[in-house]
């Protein structure tokens, strides 16, 4: 394994093998596999639980690792071929991007979408452009549109659960103050199509995702044996739902423009998910959220605190996940 | 040991044995000890000491550590039960602390006082709400009325004196710009009490200490042999003094008024330790502070660079008391 | 070794060891021969490289490090002698730098020029008085006249370079939006002129470079056969050069002067390093700079990108010069 930028690139064995491995790590410790090995973490994007559980993951295989958050403590970096630097940002990503790099013996990226573009972001311009200037193992931190970290996160997650397979897992849109990106909603919808689930994404009007997310999504159900659905009929997406995972993210309909998204947003204030959501989903249902989130605004007390929460095993899960990816790339 | 929050929560044997296997460590390296380990440090609020010494001390035991300071590099954290998250903070404590909480071994937590409500903070409301959510050894790195590693590393200091066992110790109050918390005016009148010291606080009207800090230092003094007083009179004060230790703080009288606080603290400049306070102390009083400190302010520069002086051994001690702190806590 | 802050502390055949000892370790890592040992890196700057590089290196010598970056999570140092501390300093360096120094084994410090008065710069009042606090092995991370770390990776980059010893280096000026310090100008010269090349300076009026340390440079060039020159004249200064090693700096005629500089290097965007620059230069001449670089401003894409350019080595050698460094200062 050379990078591990997006779910997609490996099959469901693949990933059920990573999952494997992280479980394994979780109960086994290999506190010196990795030992002399430095771990670098660039962070365009401020981070709580990504940071946290990778340099604590570096730490327990025996590892180092060192951060970089440029514009706090480093200058910005430029990322336009071409651009005349006479601005603020002191350094071209191409030569820090290789710089960092050659410092270290795998480097994890995180840089959020510009939320301008769609299609730029779709693209996740920002993330390969840094990514093609680097020749060690990458993992993405969470890019424009990918967080593959959460996405084998929560694929453990899932598999935690007891009884048969789950089926109906809806992805829901939630409140929040203002636009997000499209990263999670996105890796989630495909991680739950690759597992072979029926995967519906409940969201208002103006908050459809992009059509290659949903394409992409229905290749790996059709590969899988699930399927992919889109509607904004709450009672019809939750009926009979396993799991619910709650998302925030930004208007689609006029991507990029905050004064549509905030016309659009602001009769949304009930879309916060509480237990009256719940009525006629599986009495067993469970609730996933990748964090942060806000309470009451996104998801009420009476959920996070109830017992359909999986929010913090997930975010758990961010660590053996994360400890089976390191293993992968830098295990010789 | 399953916490270090208080060191009200130890015997004065138990508090012995820590400031014990600190001298051991100092002395006598233990490089692998906490192998495989790590340390979360959490600093809601800004650190020099703290930081560098938790981090070293891991290191020179064998272990790791990672460090999360919210607002800076991560969102704000919201601690208010029932907020709704519409505002500034991204992430609630209820998520936040276990999660941080579940990628390492051991928590150290910093979050000074919120100086707004005198009974909120002498209640550690803002520590305590955090602590309660974290199931892992737990370290208070200074919260709105504690700071035991401070305590720990001043009792091996106050060890270390030559000759028999110092008896008058004064706690003075001395000239800041603003409002400082009561942390370690409270730790600091309680460690002495509990060493069997004569403690006296000396401050100026409008700073004395509530009642609620005197009285456990006073029951900490019963049984340990001390005694506890409180007086505006420097020249009684310092009459045949051991110790001096010079900290600064807020006006209690009217607690979270910065514009009564200011009023108080104007004429109070002289309050700045001097030589010549020490006319009528012990020909051998040492001085005590515990950093930062603000020269010429606080401290003049005669003092700090005297003969009487202990305050960088006291900050060197932080490094081996909370070596002894993590290894408690942390060794199997 | 006890402190590395100057290359002109070492013999030119104490350096040739040190760069051997670099390439050594960047080809046989000694994964465990610094274990146990702790590194203190104080950055009063901001840093990329030299904050990752540092922190890469130790780990892979089995060591640990922590950061320090006062203003960011700490409080601002105030390094004046007998200030009287109401402002915005909290600590002075009188306090903060020995008890940095009593957490780790060796202490590294970044504390650029503070660009008003030349005769203090020269004489690197701020960082001598930073190093002066230090009794443990300590290592100048780039002060207002120095940055001992780049000239030894540059050694070792000039090195490598095949065929006979090179022998025309031009330290040559090129456009910055703004002034920056003479530090690597300084060393670099410095550094060449030891090498025993024949450098010549290029740079417009206004820019010369301090006689202290051109006079520094005339005398490690006569110690090793080599020469020290000065010129404005562009094309005869690139008449055959092995070796260009751009470098922005301030103007010195009115040094700490913000609009006389910028009244200076208005007429002076020409001078972006392009490839018509080497119309007469020797046909295998590369070009070196420190990073970081801005593009189109101090030189142009289509050198950076071209077969001249040594910058993505010089930052790489970085690590294996500064892991010698350590290893000469820590390993036992």
């Known amino acids: 394994m ?53 340099q604590s993951g570096m730490a327990r295989l025996g590892g180092s690792s060192f951060v970089i958050t440029p514009g706090q403590g480093t200058w910005q970096l430029e990322a336009r071929d071409g651009a005349v630097m006479t601005g603020a940002a002191a350094e071209h990503i191409r030569e820090g991007l290789p710089v960092l790099a050659s410092y270290c013996d ?83 919808v495909h991680m739950a199509a690759l597992r072979g689930m029926d995967v519906v994404v409940l969201r208002p009007e103006g908050f459809a995702l992009p059509t290659t997310v949903m394409e992409r999504a229905r290749q790996a159900a059709a590969a899988s044996g699930g399927s992919v659905a889109e509607t904004a009929n709450r009672a019809a997406a939750l009926e009979g739902a396993q799991v619910v995972y709650a998302k925030e993210w930004g208007c689609t309909s006029h991507y990029g423009d905050e004064a549509a998204d905030r016309e ?27 964090l942060p989130v806000r309470r009451n605004s996104a998801i009420a007390d009476e959920v996070l605190d109830g017992p359909r929460s999986l929010v913090l095993r997930q975010a758990f899960n961010r660590l053996p996940a994360q400890m089976a990816v390191l293993h992968r790339l830098l295990r010789p």
């Open 264 to 290: 659009l947003r602001r009769p949304l204030k009930n879309w916060c998910l509480r237990n009256d959501w719940f009525a006629r989903a599986a009495d067993d249902c469970r609730v996933m959220h990748c």
């Open 2 to 54: 050379k990078r591990f930028v997006d779910l997609a690139d490996f099959t469901r064995g693949e990933v059920q093998d990573l999952v494997a491995l992280a479980q394994r790590l979780e109960h086994h410790p290999e506190p010196r596999s990795l030992a002399g090995k430095v771990l670098g973490l660039l962070f365009m994007n401020p981070s709580l639980r990504t940071l946290a559980s990778f």
């Open 106 to 188: 795998a480097l994890g990226i995180r840089a959020f979408a510009a939320g301008e573009d769609l299609a730029a972001d779709l693209a996740d311009e920002r993330f390969n452009a840094m990514a093609a200037l680097v020749d060690r193992p990458l993992i993405n931190m969470e890019s424009a549109i990918n967080h593959p970290c959460q996405a084998l996160a929560d694929w453990k997650t899932l598999d935690e659960l007891p009884g048969p397979a789950r089926r109906k897992f809806v992805l829901a849109w939630v409140s929040h103050p203002k636009s997000l990106p499209l990263a999670v909603p996105a890796a989630t």
